[in-house]
């Protein structure tokens, strides 16, 4: 039997704080189960810049040379499941996250002859994750991690994905270590995402 796969895209650059706790929390849980992991830090990849040729929507490619953008695009097609954690920046995703999603654009959807989006990952499941300095609950009153997991929102939607769980945690500036509610927290969603 093939051993299924989860793919986590952090998008933090801190390597202790607590996106990275939380992104362990799930990997371990997922391994337990007997999962095979990767995980993707946006902050050690090199991509370039998308051109906004829009050559991808009409060739399926890419019209820049090969990097970090097409073999990450490559892990989500492969993965049955996937998880994408994210700091708040300026009430929305960090910018290496952004340029990621930008350049495989043409390999998370689809459109139709008539510009309606055609998802390509119908039938995968997703949890998505942000954290930010905002105290709780003005993290999600003043959109600032609930931001992040907006824009998350619509990448995943239209891409097809089934969105079964989302984690926001605020206050970051001071609440450096995950809580045991906050970590339970991780491993429950990561199991719902294994159903």
């Not at 820049?64 to 990450?72: G, I, S, Y």
């Not at 206050?171 to 969603?189: F, H, P």
Request: hydrophobic letters at 40%; glycine letters at 6%; charged letters at 25%.
């Amino acid at each position: 039997m093939e051993t299924k796969s989860i793919l986590i895209i952090n998008a933090s650059p801190r390597k202790k704080g607590n996106i990275a706790q939380m992104v362990n929390e799930m990997s371990e849980e997922a391994k337990a189960c007997g999962w095979k992991v990767d995980v993707i830090e946006t902050q050690n990849l090199h991509v370039r810049p998308c051109m906004a040729c829009m050559q991808c929507r009409t060739k399926g490619l890419c019209a820049l040379p090969e990097d970090d953008a097409q073999r990450v695009l490559q892990l989500i097609q492969d993965c049955e499941a996937l998880i994408i954690a994210a700091p708040c920046y300026w009430g929305n995703i960090p910018g290496t996250l952004k340029l990621l999603f930008d350049r495989i654009v043409y390999g998370m959807m689809d459109e139709s002859d008539r510009g309606f989006p055609i998802p390509l990952h119908k039938g995968k499941r997703c949890v998505l994750v942000s954290t930010s300095t905002t105290p709780w609950p003005l993290n999600i009153l003043l959109n600032q991690s609930h931001g992040a997991i907006r824009a998350l929102k619509e990448i995943c939607r239209y891409s097809g994905f089934k969105i079964v769980a989302t984690i926001e945690k605020g206050g970051t500036r001071r609440n450096t270590t995950l809580t045991e509610r906050e970590a339970m927290k991780c491993r429950k969603a990561v199991r719902k995402l294994m159903r």
